[in-house]
């Protein structure tokens, strides 16, 4: 149903501008959508090959730390030395108002913490190994949580869409078709109202004109005597 406002062009011209911008922002929003899921198909398919190798570098980051338990025996002290990472760094990138992180880590605090003197190298591919992980858990948590933002920043988008699609655009539609009838409708009255005013005019004309009939003159009877 229309909205019930009062029929006037400046309404009319009020309700064709708010008509105009929302097809301009449905216009906008279908282009943000569209460039939010483009970006989320390839945080998908990076998360894919990521999860793909990830499970690999788990594999061999534990299998280098079974190595080195069994030839140093538990290496519980040489972990115990181990510092408390820091080394993340997290900034954003925005992508059509979506914020999206970036992951990074400091590589030069990647410096051995143990001697050599009382280690073998199977504690040294341990390291390396986990610290491979380290990298590859950055990287996917990095793609986890921008396609997480991706897919709610779609889910807002597609919803403010579909609203502007059939709720808003189609009333202020409505809206306009019932003032510009009511507007012809009384452009039509006033045209019809004109034209009785017209015939009525023409009518007090012709009744106000005098129409001239010919004077009967009575013939002087004594002429005929």
């Known amino acids: ?16 501008k708010s008509l105009s911008l929302a ?25 894919k090959a990521l999860r793909g190798s990830i ?13 080195a338990n069994i030839t140093m025996g538990l290496i519980s002290r040489v972990a115990e030395g181990m510092p408390i990472e820091q080394s993340v760094n997290v900034t954003y990138r925005s992508v059509m108002g979506c914020e999206l992180p970036k992951v990074s880590l400091d590589v030069s605090a990647n410096h051995l913490t143990y001697g050599f003197e009382n280690t073998d190298g199977n504690v040294d591919m341990a390291y390396i190994s986990f610290n491979r992980v380290k990298q590859m ?47 012809e409708e009384k452009e039509r009255e006033e045209f019809s109202r004109q034209k009785v005013i017209k015939a009525q005019k023409e009518r007090r004309k012709l009744r106000g004109r005098a129409i001239p009939t010919e004077k009967f003159t009575v013939p002087d009877v004594e002429q005929f005597f």
């Open 137 to 183: 858990t950055a990287m996917l948590a990095e793609v986890d949580n921008s396609v997480f933002r991706l897919a709610n920043a779609i889910k807002k988008t597609q919803t403010r869409a579909n609203a502007l699609k059939n709720i808003v655009i189609p009333r202020y539609e409505e809206t306009v078709k019932f003032i510009e009838n009511s507007l």
């Open 55 to 67: 499970t690999d570098t788990y594999k061999d980051a534990y299998a280098a730390l079974q190595r």
């Open 1 to 16: 149903m229309a909205d019930q406002v009062f029929p006037t062009k400046g309404n009319l011209l009020n309700v064709k």
């Open 23 to 47: 097809r301009v922002g449905y216009e906008l929003l279908d282009r943000k959508r569209n460039v939010l899921i483009r970006e989320l198909m390839m945080m998908v398919d990076a998360a």
